[in-house]
């Protein structure tokens, strides 16, 4: 289950972001994924929720939004949006290419609710 090390480290830049920003506690952090990266929403969120518990960031929200992935031929330089496991070149149709986007996974925001008490 590749998404409980994600979270894990994950976990970790949170908590590094939180106390560099001296936040009490964590209440929502937004991710962006690249597709390429396939990682399963549900799956995630279980595993963020397994390795936040205990942790600064316990009981936090988790937006998670996509990277649409993005791929440059090296035969034609023509810029594409490739498939999970299709690489081709729209036009030479040959897999010669270099990975743009869609392969990162991105701690996008992390923040605290004001306190309401
Ligand atoms: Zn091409």
Known sequence: MHE?????QLVEQI?????????????????QTGVLRR?????????FKEATGNSIADGAV??????????RCDQCALEFEPEAD???CPECQVANV???EGNVIILKSVSCQADQS
Do not use: C, H, Y
């Not at 409980?4 to 894990?8: F, R």
């Not at 988790?62 to 791929?71: C, F, M």
């Open 4 to 8: 409980l090390s994600i979270a894990m």
């Open 15 to 31: 908590v590094g972001v939180a106390e560099a920003n001296q936040l009490p506690r964590v209440d929502e952090v937004e991710l």
């Open 39 to 47: 990682v399963i929403p549900e799956m995630m969120q279980a595993a």
């Open 62 to 71: 988790l937006k998670i939004t996509d990277i649409p992935a993005k791929a």
């Open 86 to 88: 299709n690489f081709l």
């Open 98 to 100: 270099t990975v743009l």
